[in-house]
């Protein structure tokens, strides 16, 4: 009993962990930035292993300059992502599909 109750534990715990909004976050603007080449922002992420990912508030910059209103290239609302199951387990946020929900472009 006491076996079947830790390694109940052990699930939650690994999927708390794996489903950290921080981690998931941070992991997100990474993975964007090197995709696009430039700065990602990402206001809230939310992953769930049933729904997939959800990036809110996304803003891409050409540049270090945030602040700057010129410095906005692309800005969406919502990100609904696909992602490999395995490379999250693993710690890397692979990207197999991202549709922007609410997207503008600025040139």
Do not use: W
Not at 19 to 32: F, G, H, N
Not at 66 to 79: A, C, G, K, R, T
Not at 84 to 103: C, E, Y
């Amino acid at each position: 009993m006491i076996f079947l109750f830790a390694l109940l534990c052990s699930i939650i715990g690994t999927y708390l962990f794996i489903t950290d909004a921080r981690r998931v976050k941070r992991l997100a603007e990474t993975e964007l930035a090197k995709l696009v080449g430039g700065n990602v922002t990402v206001g809230r992420a939310k992953l769930s292993l049933f729904e997939g990912l959800r990036l809110e508030n996304v803003n891409i910059y050409i540049d270090e300059k945030q602040n700057d209103p010129n410095s906005m290239l692309f800005s969406s609302s919502v990100f609904l992502v696909n992602y490999d199951l395995p490379a999250l387990i693993a710690g890397k946020l692979k990207l197999t599909q991202i549709v922007a929900v609410d997207p503008h472009v600025q040139l």
